[in-house]
């Protein structure tokens, strides 16, 4: 993220909202995914994915941090637990959308896809619920004075 340039699209009391929507408890879903990546994919097509995954990995504080090293206050973090129902189709097609997989040739991307939607179907049936967590982190930019508008 860059506040730098946050900060420079915002108004003295504007605020800025970044959200994360992170899956838990999807262990099976992932192992199948997992399951058809290896007999789909060649080894090793995502260790520059995975090599920056783990350079860089998700520290909201860190974000918190940079929001008030650039003026921004009124930091808050809220975290709301919720889930969806969904379809294998459906699961499929978001799986499709993640960083690692828009990088592959679009006939490797719509195998895979396909693929892991047939076994998603196959072993969960139609419909399944998936939970999430929403994270949210708010901060307001003050003022030049400092002054919280």
Not at 59 to 70: K, T, V
Not at 93 to 112: E, F, V
Request: with cysteine; hydrophobic share 45%; proline share 4%.
């Amino acid at each position: 993220m860059s506040a730098g340039k946050a900060r420079q699209c915002l108004r003295d009391g504007g605020r800025i909202l970044l959200a994360w929507n992170l899956p838990v408890g999807q262990e099976g879903l992932d192992r199948v995914a997992d399951e058809v990546q290896g007999r789909v994919l060649s080894p090793g097509w995502d260790e520059p994915y995975l090599a920056a995954e783990r350079a860089f990995p998700l520290d909201i504080a860190l974000f918190a941090d940079e929001l008030a090293g650039h003026g921004f206050a009124d930091i808050d973090l809220v975290s709301l637990p919720w889930r969806t129902t969904t379809t294998a189709r459906n699961w499929a097609r978001l799986l499709g959308t993640r960083s690692a997989y828009l990088n592959l040739p679009a006939d490797q991307r719509a195998r895979l896809v396909a693929d892991v939607q047939r076994e998603v179907a196959e072993r969960f049936g139609g419909e399944f619920t998936i939970k999430y967590v929403c994270t949210l982190l708010t901060a307001r930019l003050v003022d030049a004075r400092g002054n919280h508008l």
